[in-house]
């Protein structure tokens, strides 16, 4: 997730490192309220920062995806009741130190984040979430230059 100092209007990304403050890629906002680690810009408490909540890109026609939708869009690889394997796009989602998928997300019915893993910038945009429990449920991926994605609903097998 991505937060906004309310002081100064700094963006915190949990999946992105902060060369900045040296805030190490996954590190989640509450770590960094717990540990007292200032705003790298502001020098205000990350207590004082509020979640920016993004825009969910879903493909406009499922059945003929455009360029972007085809790069982004979550694609199951593998699926049973208990499990789901996913990979970001139909061919991989490219990996560039500025352009890569940052997070993806297992959603529940109700629009819960029941699991995030976030992606080092060193790791292809595939993997592995546990859907048991989980009648229908949505799977979600961020990418560092083009917003967020969505697979749209998928009901369990």
């Given at each position: 997730?991505?937060?906004l100092?309310v002081?100064?209007?700094?963006?915190?990304?949990?999946?992105?490192?902060?060369?900045?403050?040296?805030?190490?890629?996954?590190?989640?906002?509450?770590?960094?309220?717990?540990?007292?680690?200032?705003?790298?810009?502001?020098?205000?408490?990350?207590?004082?920062?509020?979640?920016?909540?993004?825009?969910?890109?879903?493909?406009?026609?499922?059945?003929?995806?455009?360029?972007l939708?085809?790069?982004?869009?979550?694609?199951v690889?593998?699926?049973?009741?208990?499990?789901?394997?996913?990979?970001?796009?139909?061919?991989?989602h490219?990996?560039?130190?500025?352009?890569?998928?940052?997070?993806?997300?297992?959603?529940?019915?109700?629009?819960?984040i029941?699991?995030?893993?976030?992606?080092?910038?060193?790791?292809?945009?595939?993997?592995e979430?546990?859907?048991s429990?989980?009648?229908?449920?949505?799977?979600?991926?961020?990418?560092?230059?083009?917003?967020?994605?969505?697979?749209?609903?998928?009901?369990?097998?």
């Amino acid at each position: 997730m991505r937060f906004l100092c309310v002081n100064c209007g700094y963006i915190y990304d949990e999946a992105l490192w902060d060369e900045l403050d040296g805030i190490e890629p996954g590190t989640n906002i509450d770590t960094l309220i717990n540990e007292d680690i200032p705003c790298p810009m502001c020098g205000g408490s990350f207590d004082d920062f509020s979640p920016i909540e993004d825009e969910i890109l879903y493909a406009e026609n499922p059945h003929k995806l455009n360029h972007l939708e085809l790069e982004h869009i979550p694609h199951v690889v593998y699926q049973d009741a208990e499990r789901i394997e996913v990979s970001i796009g139909k061919e991989l989602h490219p990996v560039s130190d500025d352009h890569r998928i940052t997070a993806m997300y297992l959603i529940d019915d109700e629009g819960h984040i029941v699991e995030e893993i976030f992606i080092m910038p060193d790791e292809e945009p595939v993997c592995e979430f546990d859907v048991s429990g989980l009648d229908i449920f949505e799977l979600r991926a961020s990418c560092s230059k083009h917003w967020l994605w969505s697979s749209g609903l998928i009901e369990a097998v």
